[in-house]
């Protein structure tokens, strides 16, 4: 007998769930593109975009766009064909970046992970100071590219640690992240970090349909642009500065999308506050954790990302114990419980013991508490080891954190 009949829950890396307020906002009419409501509209967005990414310096960008829009205007404005780039790997997603690269005639190296494991900063700097000794000037690389979360691996890299190891190397690569998996959910400090270019979707941490890509560019990647011999008339940031507000999206701007994005930037900037949503994700990373943990000592399942502390707060990717079908677990989850758990992604774990919980964006305890349950519901009905207590150890968690 299903029991998801009511509210359907996403617990999937994105997109995420929308609050209901941003989903209203977005029943409004278009109103006049060129004129000064809609221009303002978009003046208030890219203002506190720079807030998210946590910037004075940068310029913000709104693409319509995914994550992969994203990554492509990053390229087209700083790159030009034959430039050589390093990509960061620690999971899937940089490496996807870097394919983008590769197909827009970048030459592309990676700095291989390790399974499940963060960027190790020190690797990165050996190999910077052995490219800064081995290559000439036109050789170098131009642009040092990773991701803050890898939504695959779920681990997160140290941004700070990676900007220290590229400064130590004395080396000029332009620092570019993605933060689509991580930016509204964890700290990111643009300025502060020494970012150069940062991008990010609207799909996850910020609470918004998919559609948009946001793009923070800071001085170093701004004086790139002129150079760039990728640069397309859609992607360019020149063509996109001037006062027609049209142009600022290179078209036809994407209205109800706006209208779901600032409300979506007044919850978390102004009603939640940036911070309070960063402690927030990691209190319900933490309870998920607990979960795992006492299922895992029941011999379910394991955490892909063996470290603990480069486990990260919005998405946890898991192996299920040999012999057990993550698939299964589910589409017992989808069909009797309305709850979407997350398909494994890349190649990292066995396609059928795979499996992610997502913990980001509008999310909160009920609803992880909600999840959890519901995976350790699946786990008894599926004949899974050591499910009862892994919902217990995560309000336990919540309970104690919280505790007056
Ligand atoms: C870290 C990261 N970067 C980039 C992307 C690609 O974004 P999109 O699917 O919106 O193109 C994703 C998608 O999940 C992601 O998790």
Request: aromatic share 6%; hydrophobic share 45%.
């Amino acid at each position: 007998m299903p029991l998801s009949h009511g509210r359907k829950l996403i617990a999937f890396p994105g997109p995420t769930n929308l609050p209901d307020e941003v989903l209203q906002a977005m029943h409004a009419q278009s109103i006049d593109i060129y004129g000064d409501e809609a221009a303002a509209l978009t003046d208030g967005l890219l203002t506190d975009l720079r807030k998210v990414f946590r910037t004075e310096a940068a310029r913000t960008f709104i693409y319509i766009a995914n994550g992969h829009g994203g990554w492509e205007a990053a390229l087209a404005n700083t790159l030009s064909r034959g430039d050589r780039v390093l990509v960061l790997d620690s999971g899937s997603f940089a490496k996807g970046w870097g394919e983008m690269a590769q197909t827009l005639g970048v030459d592309v190296d990676i700095l291989p992970g390790r399974p499940g494991r963060a960027v190790d900063a020190n690797a990165v700097e050996a190999r910077l100071r052995d490219d800064l000794t081995s290559h000439g000037d036109e050789q170098r690389y131009k642009a040092v590219l990773t991701v803050q979360i890898d939504t695959a691996s779920s681990t997160v890299n140290d941004l700070a640690a990676i900007r220290a190891a590229i400064s130590a190397a004395g080396h000029p690569a332009l620092y570019g992240v993605d933060g689509v998996a991580s930016i509204g959910c964890m700290p990111f400090e643009m300025d502060a970090w020494g970012v150069d270019l940062a991008l990010t979707g609207s799909q996850k941490g910020l609470m918004t349909p998919p559609g948009l890509a946001f793009l923070a560019v800071g001085p170093r990647a701004w004086a790139m642009r002129g150079g760039a011999d990728l640069h397309s008339r859609y992607w360019g940031w020149d063509e996109r500065l001037g006062e027609i507000h049209y142009m600022k999206y290179c078209g036809t701007p994407p209205m109800q999308l706006l209208y779901a994005l600032r409300r979506a930037l007044d919850l978390l900037l102004r009603e939640e506050g940036l911070e309070a949503a960063w402690a927030r994700h990691k209190l319900l990373a933490n309870a998920t954790r607990a979960a795992v943990q006492h299922w895992s000592a029941g011999g379910a399942m394991t955490f892909y990302a063996p470290e603990p502390a480069e486990r990260c707060d919005t998405v946890t990717t898991l192996v299920a114990a040999e012999g057990l079908d993550s698939g299964a677990l589910r589409r017992f989850c989808l069909e009797n419980c309305g709850v979407a758990i997350g398909v494994p992604t890349g190649d990292l774990t066995p396609p059928d013991r795979g499996f992610r919980i997502a913990h980001m964006g509008h999310w909160n305890a009920p609803m992880a508490l909600g999840a959890l349950g519901a995976v350790e519901l699946a786990m008894t009905a599926l004949g899974w080891p050591g499910a009862h207590g892994g919902v217990s150890a995560a309000a336990a968690l919540l309970g104690e954190s919280l505790r007056v």
